[in-house]
């Protein structure tokens, strides 16, 4: 019998093309960032939901202040910001629960694509 983990999410999710519009690096930094469609929606649903929203990006750690004020700018709202995992294959690696649950999933969007048709 399997237990049910009433927990709140853990949510990892991309910033560029994923959050918002992914620009060429040279114009991500300058310009106002663009909202994808429903990602405030989707952002403030898993908060109300008490998710935690880890953010994490390829830009580099020296453009944390940049981000930050964007991601603010455009009212996204997150619990941690993770910089600099660069660009290629991301993995992520957890246990399974005791019972032999899975504790962890992964969701693959199309580039600018977006995140309200994400069920959780």
Known sequence: MSSIDNRPATIFCDIDGTLVT???PTEQFSNKLELLDGTL?????????GYTIILTTGRKESLRQITENQLN????????LIMGIGGGKRY?????KPNGDWSAQHICVARNEGIKNINI
């Open 73 to 80: 700018e455009v009212g996204i709202i997150y619990d941690q």
């Open 92 to 96: 992520l690696i957890n246990d399974n």
């Open 22 to 24: 992914h620009n060429k």
């Open 41 to 49: 929606e989707k952002i403030l649903e898993w908060d109300k939901l």
